[in-house]
């Protein structure tokens, strides 16, 4: 029972800490610059807003027939241990300051979130897991099968790999097998329904490898990246135009310098490509005059286009995740394996041991108290004094405290939605967003479902040695629920209502999307509709979030508009219609 108690005290359980062993080479782009060298005046074919996880495959493949200028806000990943190192996962999330490839924010729901400020986006950040979506996903969204399989097939060349399966994981996987979760599929990147080991873009050294490496296929002649660019607004011309027409962009770079990029005159397919986010890019369209008119007049934006639509259906799957501190010595391990069930639930797993280094090298990985998942640290708490002392007591902990894994489940979807509005005209502020967790009944029964299971996988004989028998799982419940997980109302022993559990202790697994969705925002080609020579391209386009994880579809689509835009052009230039 001592270590039950331990584990109540430390209010949440640990999964990993951090090694600086692998550290990925810089790639001699020689197109990459910082953006303080910029001209004051440019002219491009194509200008990218946004070099992330769509943004980077979309301009590799664009500079194959046409000048492109890619802008994005934060850095390099290359140099960067706490960016490419398996073994620091968490570390780039826990870095708050002005600096740091992640910017922190909380929705409005109170959950706490990040959002990528780096080149290669949200795949410099997360956990690694590559998975693509059901064939159906696509079928849906209207794209060609043969060239989807084809743009994830140029993605993976790069990015994707096979994880080593090592006990922990495998008792996941064989303990999913056992709740029903049927067949095994084995390790594939398709997504099937039953068990599968997944890819991961880590490789067999446990080093990240991010969308950014994907410029590694582009024509350095006609690439121009910057670094550091933070693009302020979208430039319409709208006299003696029909239509507002995007014809380049303003940024600045990190002196503060205005800069102003054009489009070239004479190309009917030159356009202006937002590849933000879902959060940057519907803030970048209503900075621009883009958005809900009443709303940017509130603002003093000038409005260039009356679209209510841009910030709406903005979504984000809830994870909610169980600790099970183990007796055995468990294997670093992100998201490798998942549970792909009938009812709509994902189910996930991850594992580490922080205790083979120094204590003076432990930062507690993803539940680290500077950190905004199963942290010791309320956010609101979190002052400088306050994380280290958290992080002093922690250290004193028997480090049996700290060893085991969880298990997680997200949900299909979701079904709720919310939205997001600007809070100032600084493109650099967070904008305002709810994304209304479990507004839907359905998303709610989905979650207790993925509980379900998750208890059922800790019972099961494949994962008896990585539990203790008299840890019984209101216990491991009640002492997950205890954690700051997230700013909302906590409940006694939630353990007794599943339904209870899964909105106490709602957190993201920052696959957030919408915004700026298809058919609503944007429309099949993903131009933005009554704006010409201006499209969208990223997850805020996306209606779901497709398959287990996104990351694999998301560079996929910037690969797959990416050869749709260069064969409309070619057509275009063979028909001399330029």
């Keep these: 029972m001592k270590l039950a108690l331990c584990v109540a005290f430390a209010s949440v359980l640990l999964f990993h800490g951090f090694s600086s062993s692998h550290q990925a080479a810089s790639p001699e782009y020689s197109f990459m610059h910082d953006a303080t060298s910029a001209p004051q005046v440019s002219y491009y074919d194509y200008i990218i807003v946004g070099g992330g996880t769509a943004g980077c495959p979309l301009a590799a493949t ?182 507002p027409l995007a014809h380049g962009v303003v940024f600045r770079d990190a002196s503060g310098n205005k800069h102003k990029a054009y489009l070239n005159k004479g190309g009917r397919h030159n356009d202006v490509i937002v590849s933000s986010g879902a959060l940057g890019s519907p803030q970048l369209l209503m900075l621009s005059g883009v958005g809900p008119s009443a709303h940017l007049r509130a603002h003093n934006i000038s409005v260039v286009l009356d679209q209510p639509l841009v910030g709406q259906g903005m979504s984000d799957n809830p994870m909610n995740a169980v600790f099970v501190p183990s007796p055995a010595p468990v294997e670093v391990s992100l998201i490798q394996v998942v549970g792909i069930t009938k009812f709509g639930s994902y189910v996930e797993a991850a594992s580490g041991e922080p205790f083979t280094m120094s204590p003076a090298n432990r930062d507690f990985g993803m539940f680290s108290p500077k950190i905004g998942q199963l942290s010791t640290v309320p956010p609101k708490q979190r002052t400088p004094e306050a994380l280290s002392q958290a992080i002093n007591s922690m250290q004193t902990l028997d480090p049996a405290v700290f060893r085991g894994g969880f298990l997680l489940e997200k949900i299909l979807g979701p079904i709720s939605t919310g939205h997001l509005s600007l809070k100032s005209k600084n493109p650099n502020d967070n904008p305002s967003v709810t994304f209304n967790y479990f507004n839907e009944p359905q998303d709610l029964e989905r979650c207790v479902e993925g509980l379900k299971v998750i208890e059922t996988v800790i019972e099961s004989r494949a994962f008896s040695s990585f539990r203790y028998s008299y840890l019984s799982l209101p216990m491991l419940l009640n002492m997950t629920a205890s954690a700051p997980v997230n700013l909302l109302p906590k409940h006694a022993n939630v353990s007794t209502s599943l339904e209870q559990f899964c909105k106490d202790t709602v957190m993201t697994i920052w696959h957030y999307h919408g915004g700026c969705q298809v058919g609503k925002v944007v429309d099949s080609d993903y131009r933005v509709s009554g704006v010409d020579s201006l499209r969208v391209i990223d997850g805020s386009t996306f209606i779901y979030s497709p398959g287990t994880n996104p990351q694999a579809t998301v560079m996929m689509l910037g690969r797959y508009m990416g050869v749709k835009m260069l064969q409309e052009r070619m057509r275009s230039e063979k028909n001399g219609m330029i």
């Design 62 to 243: 664009l500079s194959q027939k046409a000048s492109v200028l890619l802008l994005e806000r934060g850095g390099s990943p290359y140099g960067n241990p706490n960016i490419t190192d398996l073994a620091a996962f968490g570390r780039a999330l826990a870095d708050v300051s002005a600096a740091s490839p992640s910017q922190r924010f909380v929705s409005e729901d109170g959950v706490i979130n990040a959002r990528a400020r780096v080149l290669g986006g949200g795949s410099c950040l997360n956990a690694g897991f590559y998975s693509r979506a059901e064939s159906r996903y696509a079928a849906a969204a209207g794209w060609d099968a043969r060239l989807v399989n084809e743009s994830y097939r140029w993605v993976e060349k790069v990015v994707a790999f096979e994880p080593p399966m090592k006990q922990w994981q495998t008792a996941v996987r064989d303990g999913l097998l056992e709740a029903g979760v049927e067949p095994d599929n084995g390790f594939t990147y398709d997504h099937l329904p039953g068990t599968k080991v997944g890819g991961t873009i880590f490789d067999g050294e446990g080093r990240r490898h991010t969308a950014a490496d994907l410029l590694r296929f582009a024509n350095p002649k006609r690439l121009t990246v910057m670094l550091h660019a933070n693009v302020h607004r979208i430039l319409f011309r709208t006299k003696g135009k029909k239509r």
